[in-house]
């Protein structure tokens, strides 16, 4: 499957994060710049956080998940989420927070300045 010509791509390192998961992805997908892909690289949880991503990814076409078989870091985690993204442009996001909703369109258009 080809992948869409988006704009930005974010990425969010997951690691036991059921608890905020869901709100801080919310977040993401509800940008007022819609076109953007988000990654998803989960690093090895133990607890439901896996789970929840399949749950995610049947809902949003621009939601991309991989995992790591073993815990690798933040730092490796997210070298595994560039190396996926279709974009020059990425964005990050930690799995325990939230975006407000005109922050890629923001920084977007800062960026084409």
Do not use: C, W
């Not at 990425?11 to 998803?40: C, R, W």
């Amino acid at each position: 499957m080809a992948l869409k010509n988006y704009l930005v791509s974010v990425i969010m390192p997951v690691y036991n994060a059921e608890k905020t998961l869901g709100q801080a992805v919310e977040s993401v997908l509800k940008q007022t710049l819609h076109d953007f892909e988000l990654i998803l690289v989960d690093d090895g949880s133990t607890d439901n956080s896996q789970q929840l991503l399949q749950k995610i990814a049947i809902t949003d076409s621009r939601v991309r998940i991989f995992y790591n078989k073993t815990n690798l870091g933040l730092m490796e985690t997210l070298n595994v989420g560039i190396s996926h993204a279709s974009t020059p442009l990425i964005a990050r996001i930690d799995s325990d927070d939230e975006m407000l909703p005109t922050r890629l369109e923001k920084q977007f258009h800062y960026l084409q300045k």
